[in-house]
């Protein structure tokens, strides 16, 4: 491995590292689990970007997609997955370590 | 990927520690749903126990429990996000309650059990038998602040 390589920069995760993904990931991280709704009015996106990115993070195995009923109101409900998890720790670890970062001269 | 600055990568730090989707109104439920179930429990166990020898009493008792334990059930599900730790806590309060539970009917009605227990002791059992999922609703509801 080359110096650069060690950088932290190299161990942000490509996937959440997109803003709108970081910031579903985010909220997700809060909670066991929750609606998609509340997870759109948080994130502020419309149905069409929160789905695809969903979608996204779904097949990185970071999201699970779970679909059911209340009453008779169809809802999806969204969770981090362990590997999701794990990734999003290590994403802020390495966020953390560019925070630390002394600034270029 | 894009290359990131220290100074961006302090403003993810922030959202990040600054995002939390959960509710107080969800939390509440979350735990008094949980508290409920315990409760219950612990209840039908001393109804049990009361009505020994009424098959009417005993299935009426039944049929309460179980529209209860539905109830807390039904009324737990419509919360839109559920407390981190919600489900994991949940369960460990759940299988406690339910051994104490099990060994609470081979106490009172196992082979050989003619005679109920005193309920000097019984009655503490019953309380006992909900103490798990009482303390998981109150982590449950606590946890959820944090």
């Excluded at chain 1, 066991?32 to 195995?61: I, M, N, P, Y």
């Excluded at chain 2, 290359?3 to 969800?26: K, M, V």
């Excluded at chain 2, 049929?63 to 539905?70: D, E, F, M, Q, R």
């Excluded at chain 2, 949940?90 to 299988?95: I, N, S, T």
Aim: proline fraction near 5%; charge should be positive.
């Amino acid at each position: 491995m080359t110096s650069d390589q060690s950088h932290a920069r190299h161990r942000l995760d490509e996937v959440i590292h997109a803003p709108v993904r970081f910031s579903i990931v985010a909220a997700l991280a809060s909670v066991d689990q929750a609606e998609f709704a509340v997870v759109r009015d948080a994130v502020e996106v419309s149905d069409s970007v929160l789905s695809k990115q969903v979608s996204t993070l779904e097949a990185a195995g970071y999201v699970k997609v779970r679909k059911g009923y209340v009453g008779k109101r169809p809802r999806t409900w969204l969770s981090l997955t362990k590997a999701g998890r794990a990734a999003y720790e290590r994403h802020l670890a390495a966020l953390r370590e560019i925070a630390a970062d002394p600034p270029l001269d | 990927m894009d290359d990131i600055t220290p100074q961006q990568a302090r403003a993810q730090l922030d959202e990040a520690s600054t995002t939390h989707l959960g509710d107080e109104r969800d939390a509440l439920r979350a735990g008094l749903g949980t508290a409920l179930i315990g409760v219950a429990v612990g209840g039908v166990l001393a109804a049990f126990a009361l009505t020994r020898g009424h098959p009417v009493a005993n299935t009426l008792t039944f049929a309460a429990y179980g529209l209860v334990l539905a109830g807390a059930i039904q009324w737990m599900r419509r919360s839109r996000t559920s407390p981190r730790g919600h489900a994991r806590t949940y369960r460990v309060g759940f299988f406690a309650t339910m051994a104490l539970y099990v060994l609470g009917i081979a106490w009172a009605f196992g082979p050989g059990e003619t005679q109920m227990p005193p309920w000097a002791l019984f009655a503490p059992y019953c309380a006992l038998v909900a103490t798990p999922m009482l303390v998981a609703g109150h982590r449950i509801y606590h946890g959820a602040k944090k």
